[in-house]
């Protein structure tokens, strides 16, 4: 019952504190720009706006349309929680978790994508053709910095990975990382969440036709997304699992905080790509995370 | 009663299927459906009991001994024998009528029991003889089934290259029992790891059993025989028969003695085979070839997990072999089972709306929520997406893996590649899966022929329900079937007997029943606010279009576009386009398919010039009897050469 509850006020710590990345980025982004922008907090006043909000549904779409934002919200929301906060490890934590953490992921992207495909429109599918298909290279990668962790550390539970820091690969696999990061939170340069043509869209693409609390939830779920991926990257680049906890916490924090504002930066300073280069950066992550794993196995060799 | 009690109750009922199949069909289906039942429980019994069943009665075929031997291997894949028969035989009840096939209907019940039977005996035989005779009628068997509606010429055409191929097979079996017959003196089969002179053979073993698995480069049978054969008989093919290599593979190399680089050849074509496949499936626009070709992804990934226990096995690495193994093995139950549910439901789709060309369908799961449901589940258990059956095997494989790489031994850089690998597999199949649903499933209907379909009726739906009951059992409680899975790997490295839990499954298995039972809940309690808040319809956004027809959805192949770009260097899609032309175009099309690479690049070229050669030969042979006769001199008088130069005595 402990247990229970423990996990619960974490999550709702994860959950609490998610919609904050993209108010960050938009501000970052409004001070580049010379703008004053919208308040840090409007994602949370978006999502309470579209809780409230009635539904349109498409004539065409299944129950799929409404069930796949809510299994793809609840698998990041349980990949969240294999992920650990420095000492305190993660809520839940066991040999094998971080593949878990993987598919977690991928059955997200496959509720998102099915409910996009669900309404039948030509750039829906366009959008979700895309997001699936550039996953396979940032699955690649994401699975090449897992194995950077384990010939590190020698373990395959995210808790002991991510404990240490990376070591010498750190820089490669953080650069790496954070391509992957941009990628698959469709953010500039693989895609502009600001678009406004449906043709040029990734994840924008495929929600075009969701509204109310469906779209909320996809929303949310984005965001948890990107407050996964930072945490994800922060504690494989430091060492979160020496310092106490308070420490930790604090750490945490602040590299999140650090790489909002490089992500809010980014998308000030540098246009998106076309499409067909797209598959060219993110090949370039994925290389990036496997030159670390050469570093580590030359590291960790005796 | 024992396990021999119950077998030969499975028999009876075989036999009986047999006798009743051309005039008491539903004779045949009772007695059938038991028979396998009975073969379940014996199968059952050994793998809980642990023991090993044998029979050697004084009964001798061809100069040799019978002699049947069941033990956990053998029962490992005759459980998925029985439950997928099972499902098949009841699904194929409705499915392939005698009202709609008057004329192959009892034929193909007759062949259905045969092959059953041929499959079973397979699984016992314990003498390299009775196994390759078995072997041929098995392969006999399934070329009938497959060509079971044979008035079509592309039904003849992958009845015909499905024979060609399975015969390389059988021959190379041949050799490779025959072989082990005069180096061993006997056709008797068993456990000889101190031969190590036999261990070349196993290359022999590998072409014989790969070609009937199914691995690449030697699948090129493979589509076409699935895609057009009767899918129940497709279920039955890609579910039990290609295991029946893998069960070959997994028994000599547990009986025999390998070569050292026989562990890292499996492993590397396993590899091979799990990334082409699903490439290939990607670039299919017939729903049924595509399942196919998964078909050679996860024999792929069972091979990598086979492989590397093989390699773990030689070089005395039990923790991670093991591993290897258990994911490997619980594939092969696994595979059985989403793949026969994913073609049940394929050929529901192809039973309601007569066509398999994706493009033509769309929207079906207004008219067939069963099928669009069931398959739905089947595409995420094959994607190998948590909370189901598929994940659970990959995740002891990719364990297996990630510790073989961080024991920084000989095996590491290659499990690197294969982890690499088998993720990148992980993200095409799910790219593969989630565009069979959408267009087929989702959407609205892009032809006629997908409007006015109808649900299948219970005899077919009830075994979907079985096979997904089963993918979902795995995936919540795989603790239950560790046993089963520990019994077989004891059998194939008795060094491994003594394996503990590998503790993680059970926490899986209880991650995988909360993430399940929160998936339902969300999913219910966002559909409530939807209604509580109100819920109003409205056309799809198309960007203000204003003459939307169902034809303008995204296509299959344009969904593939980008995955299948990355891989046209093996693909080599073939494009057929017209292209608009003049001020006021009339008339323009485009068609893109993606054949069988190395069937037509590389078997049909390399048959084509031993075909020319052949037929340059075939000059000596002209009928006229003035030349046969000088053929003759010159015969004789090289021969006396010979004799005169004292070469022959």
Same mark, same amino acid.
Request: aromatic fraction near 12%.
């Given at each position: 019952m402990i247990t229970a509850l423990y996990i619960l006020c974490r999550l709702m710590v994860w959950l609490l504190l998610a919609p904050l990345l993209p108010g960050i980025i938009n501000k970052v982004k409004a001070w580049v720009a010379g703008r004053r922008g919208p308040p840090v907090l409007q994602l949370y006043f978006d999502l309470a706006k579209l809780w409230q909000k009635s539904v349109v549904l498409s004539t065409a779409v299944s129950p799929a349309h409404v069930a796949g934002p809510a299994v793809a919200w609840v698998a990041l929301a349980g990949a969240a929680m294999l992920l650990p906060v420095g000492s305190a490890g993660a809520a839940l934590s066991f040999r094998g978790d971080s593949l878990l953490f993987i598919y977690l992921l991928a059955l997200s992207r496959f509720c998102i994508a099915g409910a996009a495909l669900d309404t039948g429109s030509a750039f829906e599918g366009m959008g979700a053709a895309r997001e699936v298909s550039y996953a396979v290279i940032a699955e690649a990668a994401v699975i090449t910095a897992l194995l950077t962790l384990c010939v590190q550390t020698g373990s395959v539970s995210l808790g002991s990975m991510l404990a240490p820091s990376a070591g010498a690969g750190a820089a490669l696999l953080a650069a790496g990382l954070f391509g992957v990061l941009l990628a698959e939170n469709s953010r500039v340069p693989f895609d502009d969440p600001n678009t406004h043509l449906e043709l040029t869209m990734v994840h924008e693409a495929m929600i075009l036709d969701h509204s109310g609390p469906p779209l909320a939830v996809i929303l949310h779920g984005a965001a948890l997304k990107l407050l996964l991926f930072s945490v994800l990257l922060t504690e494989t680049v430091l060492p979160l699992g020496s310092l106490s906890l308070l420490q930790a916490i604090g750490a945490l924090f602040a590299a999140v905080l650090a790489v909002t504002v490089v992500v809010g930066l980014v998308e000030s300073l540098l246009a998106r790509l076309a499409f067909r280069r797209v598959p060219l950066l993110l090949t370039t992550s994925f290389l990036l995370c496997l030159f670390a794993l050469l570093v580590a196995w030359k590291g960790s060799k005796p | 009663m024992t396990p021999g009690w119950f077998l030969s109750l499975a028999a009876i009922g075989i036999v *009986?299927?047999?006798?009743?199949?051309?005039?008491?069909?539903?004779?045949?289906?009772?007695?059938?459906?038991?028979?396998?039942?009975? +073969?379940?429980?014996?199968?059952?019994?050994?793998?809980?009991?642990?023991?090993?069943?044998?029979?050697?009665?004084?009964?001798?075929?061809? #100069?040799?001994?019978?002699?049947?031997?069941?033990?956990?291997?053998?029962?490992?894949?005759? *459980?998925?024998?029985?439950? *997928?028969?099972?499902? #098949?035989?009841?699904?194929?009840? /409705?499915?392939?009528?005698?009202?709609?096939?008057?004329?192959? @209907?009892?034929?193909?019940?007759?062949?259905?029991?045969?092959?059953?039977?041929?499959? #079973?005996?397979?699984?016992?035989?314990?003498?390299g003889l009775h196994f390759l005779i078995v072997w041929e009628l098995f392969t006999i068997s399934s070329y009938f089934l497959i060509t079971l509606h044979r008035d079509r010429r592309a039904v003849r055409a992958a009845g015909w290259l499905y024979l060609a191929a399975s015969h390389v097979a059988v021959l190379c079996l041949f050799a490779f029992f025959a072989c082990l017959a005069a180096r061993t003196g006997s056709w008797e089969l068993g456990p000889m790891h101190d031969r190590s002179e036999l261990a070349p053979l196993f290359w022999l073993a590998l072409v014989g059993f790969g070609l009937k698995a199914g691995l690449f480069p030697l699948h090129i049978w493979l589509p076409s025989a699935h895609a057009n054969a009767p899918s129940h008989v497709s279920a039955i093919l890609s579910g039990v028969t290609i295991k029946m290599g893998i069960y070959g593979l997994v028994r000599f190399t547990g009986w025999l003695p390998v070569p050292d680089a026989a562990g890292w050849t499996v492993a590397a074509l396993g590899a091979i085979s799990a990334v082409l496949g699903v490439a290939f499936a990607l670039g299919q626009h017939d729903l049924k070839r595509l399942l196919a070709y998964h078909s050679v992804e996860n024999i792929g990934i069972i091979l990598i997990g086979l492989g590397f226990a093989m390699i773990a096995s030689a070089n005395g690495n039990p923790a991670w072999g093991q591993l290897a193994l258990a994911g490997a093995l619980l594939h092969v139950w696994n595979h059985g089972l989403f793949k026969a549910l994913l073609f049940l439901g394929a050929g529901s789709v192809l039973h309601a709306t007569g066509t398999r060309e994706m493009s033509r369908l769309g929207g079906l799961w207004r008219a067939m929520p069963w099928t669009a449901g069931l398959f739905s589940l089947g595409a995420v258990a094959i994607a190998g997406l948590p909370p189901l059956n598929g994940f659970v095997s990959e995740w002891l494989v990719y364990l297996g893996l990630f510790d073989a790489v961080s024991s920084q031994g000989a095996a590491s850089f290659a499990a690197i590649a294969s982890a690499i690998l088998l993720a990148i597999t992980g993200a095409l199949a799910l790219a593969c899966f989630i565009k069979v649903c959408g267009i087929v499933f989702l959407g609205l209907p892009r032809s006629e022929s997908a409007e006015n379909v109808?649900?299948?009726?219970?005899?077919?739906?009830?075994?979907?329900?079985?096979?997904?009951?089963?993918?979902?059992?795995?995936? !919540?409680?795989?603790?239950?079937?560790?046993? @089963?899975?520990?019994?077989?790997?004891?059998?194939?490295?008795?060094?491994?007997?003594?394996?503990?839990?590998? +503790?993680?499954?059970?926490?899986?298995?209880?991650?995988?029943?909360?993430?399940?039972?929160?998936?339902?809940?969300?999913?219910?309690?966002?559909?409530?606010?939807?209604?509580?808040?109100?819920?109003?319809?409205?056309?799809?956004?198309?960007?203000?279009? @204003?003459?939307?027809?169902?034809?303008?959805?995204?296509? @299959?192949?344009?969904?593939?576009?980008?995955?299948?770009?990355?891989?046209?260097?093996?693909?080599?899609?073939?494009?057929?386009?017209?292209?608009?032309?003049?001020?006021?175009?009339?008339?323009?099309?485009?068609?893109?398919?993606?054949? /069988?690479?190395?069937?037509?690049?590389? *078997?049909?070229?390399?048959?084509?010039?031993?075909?020319?050669?052949?037929?340059?030969?075939?000059? !000596?042979?002209? #009928?006229r009897v003035q030349a046969y006769i000088l053929y003759l001199l010159i015969g004789l008088a090289a021969l006396a050469i010979l004799v005169a130069i004292k070469v022959v005595k």
């Open positions: - | *009986v299927g047999i006798a009743a199949a051309f005039t008491a069909p539903r004779l045949w289906l009772s007695a059938t459906i038991l028979g396998l039942g009975a +073969a379940f429980v014996a199968a059952i019994w050994i793998l809980v009991s642990g023991d090993v069943w044998e029979w050697q009665p004084d009964f001798y075929i061809g #100069g040799e001994s019978l002699h049947l031997r069941l033990d956990a291997i053998s029962a490992f894949f005759l *459980v998925l024998l029985t439950v *997928v028969g099972s499902a #098949g035989t009841l699904y194929s009840s /409705e499915y392939w009528t005698d009202k709609d096939h008057p004329a192959s @209907a009892p034929a193909g019940r007759a062949w259905w029991n045969i092959l059953f039977g041929n499959l #079973g005996l397979i699984l016992l035989l314990a003498n109808h649900e299948c009726g219970w005899r077919m739906r009830l075994p979907m329900l079985i096979l997904a009951a089963a993918c979902l059992a795995i995936g !919540l409680a795989p603790v239950l079937f560790w046993p @089963a899975v520990a019994a077989a790997s004891a059998v194939w490295q008795p060094a491994w007997a003594a394996s503990p839990l590998p +503790a993680p499954l059970a926490t899986l298995g209880a991650v995988h029943l909360a993430l399940a039972a929160l998936f339902i809940l969300a999913a219910v309690a966002l559909w409530q606010r939807v209604k509580h808040n109100g819920l109003s319809r409205a056309g799809t956004w198309d960007c203000g279009y @204003a003459a939307p027809t169902a034809r303008m959805q995204y296509t @299959a192949g344009s969904f593939a576009g980008i995955i299948t770009g990355w891989f046209a260097w093996i693909l080599r899609p073939k494009r057929h386009e017209t292209l608009p032309k003049d001020d006021f175009p009339t008339h323009a099309s485009f068609e893109e398919h993606t054949s /069988e690479t190395v069937l037509e690049d590389i *078997v049909e070229p390399a048959g084509a010039i031993v075909m020319r050669i052949s037929s340059s030969v075939r000059r !000596l042979q002209h #009928g």
